[in-house]
């Protein structure tokens, strides 16, 4: 495996793989891993703005022991006229190992990763609506810590905007290929996929409370503001009664249900206070997962 | 001690003990003590713009081995709509374990505290106009070294906009808790506090010549030029004329009298270049000071 | 050598030690040079940005183990009012020893070194039109690597903005402190230098085709687009027509000819794809000599 940049198609096992090593970095969070990448250089490259994943990935890459650079090339105003490629090449033939991009078109990490050299690893770390593969990981590690290995009594129930999260399609790969026995997705239908193949053999709904029923995790999305701006959402007050997730709410799943964000939240849109900051929530604990989800992706492709 | 929040109320000791870990930390300034905070993480997270703060506690979170990330919250585009906790509880939750917090809002670092787990520390970087307790620290340590430990005997001055400083407030709480002899306290009175405790056993006056009779050390304030919009200031040339420390107006201090300035300093304002770069200045050893003080607090707070 | 402020002037001796300890540090490649600089510290201070020289600069400052702080005084508000001069004192007394200085305007890092302390190291990252040593000291690296040491039978070509290009000084400066055998200038005559020195020795004209013949090194510079804006330049079009390198232009310069260029391109007016891609551009090769230069500068000047 040379770079990350989708969860579709990749095999069980190295799914599997990939959620032991992160596990083994949790069960081992003292420990000194600098020696793992000392020396390696990587990069973050963004091209569309994002404060979370940039940092998860560079503790990611301080605990591993690598070397950081930072270019914002959403704010950049040097590379105005430079085609994203010859940054790319640029930044590589510095000395740098691995390149962590967010790009606001689809594909376009792809694309990136067919100009890159031989011995370059680029991880996806968000591309349009297409893929976030270290956040489908992540989510994947923190329903195994809940709920156990065999994903295939797990009924899941995804609620929001599908259609445009990248989250949502690296999540329905994941859990396809973990053999998650029910996926659900509930969500407006301006928000739902066009007929596309994204929600294959899922239970598809509009009728959130009829979804939760008997339920083992609720993965909430974060409802875009501009979604209303371009009149797909007709306000936050009748998005929050139809697609909220509140206390409410919640109890229609079952008993020991887990919840999940990926964060920034909306709160009091998309999900109450009272849910997000609820015994139920596993949402820091997912940004904790984060790390060593990252340093198992890093040492996979990066560790020499 | 879990965090460094404010140094009202700090004992005497406690707050010598920093001062004498600092210089310890100044007398070795070549040695390496990585060693001390390696394997811990710290976070700049910044509501508010800072750089020279924000580069002091690199430099001193670098000497003690720290691994740093830095947030802009000023700047990010990405949390807006996130609320300051949780910006805090996610990266709080990446395994950061202390935080360079700095606010606009008076107790905004306070309450952020609140919501930190057990493990976790908050360094004031400096909030609305309360506190900026490592700047009061390092003034001390700069007092100290200059005039010795006692400062029983010490006259001190202090002047400009003590209303909005929360520099000031940090001096006023160290200067009390180390009994400094005798406080002065000198501005416009549209830029002095109400009456709400802040200025308790100062002699106030808005006569700067006579303020500085007998002075051991003079603590020039910045004139933030927002006043004069706010119509606290007729002009700078008044405001000079009548706060301006000039080379003439310091030589009514004592002989061996001292100047510092938190910076960035606005010359030929509330201070002269021939004052400002003169052989009475202590500012670039203000400046020197802080990260040892840095070191010190952070050592303090975060070593395990 | 306490500064490295331009390479005019600069012993012979000077510059080949430095090329040959930088080709060192190219053919050990994998070596672990970090105890160089372990515990100095490097601030890159930029008041003109600029994001391929900083990232340079901090991947080689990471591989000789510095620690790096990073001061965008371009973009920075809390700096505003306050002297260049009083930025660079004021995190020189942070316990920083080098200075990675970017300005745009002529002479200002030389102007800000007469400011530094004794032990403190300057390097200019580009001052206004004037030098850019560490671009000179890598293409000449770039070029020895391809030519060979002995530049007394070389001919160089510079096609381009010389008027206004700090690269083309120091490039200039450097070819004749190394006995480039011819140096040919081409451009329009408004891009060209006026009568000031800066092209003595050179041969120059406006006829790209015909100073392409014999010629074993094409150096382009980049067009700014605010030269159109300026009406120095009529067009693009007519740019590429009258000064930008095909693959047939090429073609006229000696069949081992090389083409380089100091980034960032403006694909399709001064150089075209098959030219920058094409098998005689070392584009690549001058980024990639860029951090073992500027290790090599770094030591010389910080090493203790």
């Known amino acids: 495996m040379q770079h990350l940049l989708t969860l579709e198609g990749m095999p069980r096992d190295t799914i599997v793989a990939l959620l032991d090593r992160a596990q083994a970095f949790v069960d081992d969070a003292d420990a000194d891993h600098r020696s793992i990448l000392a020396g390696r250089a990587i990069c973050t490259l963004f091209f569309e703005p994002s404060t979370r994943t940039r940092l998860s990935f560079q503790r990611a890459a301080q605990r591993l022991g690598a070397d950081v650079l930072n270019f914002d090339a959403a704010t950049s105003s040097t590379t105005k006229g430079e085609t994203a490629r010859d940054t790319l090449k640029t930044i590589e033939a510095m000395g740098v190992h691995g390149f962590v991009v967010r790009h606001a078109e689809n594909g376009a990490v792809a694309a990136l990763a067919q100009a890159a050299n031989p011995g370059t690893a680029l991880l996806n770390a968000g591309d349009g609506r297409s893929a976030h593969p270290t956040q489908g990981l992540l989510d994947m590690l923190t329903l195994r810590q809940a709920k156990g290995a065999d994903f ?150 990066l560790h020499v």
């Open 152 to 301: 295939s009594k797990l009924k899941v129930l995804i609620v929001g905007d599908v259609r445009h999260s990248r989250v949502a399609r690296s999540d329905l790969h994941a859990l396809r290929a973990l053999g998650a026995g029910e996926i659900r997705v509930c969500g407006p239908k301006s928000l739902l996929p066009e007929d596309d193949g994204t929600l294959a053999g899922c239970t598809v709904t509009q009728d959130f409370d009829a979804a939760l029923d008997g339920i083992d995790a609720v993965m909430m999305l974060r409802l875009q503001r501009e979604r209303m701006a371009e009149g797909l959402v007709a306000s936050l007050d009748d998005y929050r009664r139809d697609f909220g997730l509140t206390i409410a709410r919640l109890k229609r799943a079952s008993g020991d249900a887990v919840v999940l964000h990926p964060g920034p939240m909306n709160r009091g849109v998309e999900i109450d206070d009272e849910v997000a900051d609820g015994p139920q929530s596993l949402i820091l604990r997912q940004v904790a997962n984060g790390v060593p989800v990252r340093m198992a992706v890093l040492e996979a492709l």
